[in-house]
């Protein structure tokens, strides 16, 4: 029942910004934490940031300064915000959300986040 919806991704010259946006829905349990990770073609899936209810962050250090992940735990949405984009980032963007009374996570559908030099 759980689902996430994810918006924001989009093509950027370098040195832009972007801003990705990932409710969850479906459900009424806590969301422990949540989480943004990206995969470029013919990469690994990479854990981005995370963020916990409380609003304790960790990133990935290729995005640190540059990446800041932000929840509302009322609406249950998550967000990235990314300047200074550099076409390394380009990769499909995806959201990820634990629920602990449920002991299970969930992800979205992803968001391509294209950046051009």
């Known amino acids: 029942q759980v689902q996430l919806m994810e918006s924001g991704g989009g093509l950027v010259q370098a040195g832009g910004s972007l801003r990705l946006s990932c409710v969850a829905s479906g459900s009424t349990f806590r969301i422990s934490a949540m989480g943004w990770y990206r995969q470029a073609p013919g990469k690994q899936r990479e854990l981005v940031a995370t963020?916990?209810?409380?609003?304790?962050?960790n990133y990935v250090d290729s995005v640190k300064g540059r990446f800041t992940i932000s929840r509302d735990n009322a609406k249950n949405t998550v967000y990235l915000q990314m300047n200074s984009l550099k076409p390394e980032d380009t990769a499909v963007y995806y959201c990820n959300a634990e629920y602990s009374a449920l002991k299970k996570d969930y992800w979205g559908q992803g968001t391509q986040v294209t950046v051009s030099s």
């Open positions: 963020i916990s209810y409380g609003g304790s962050t």
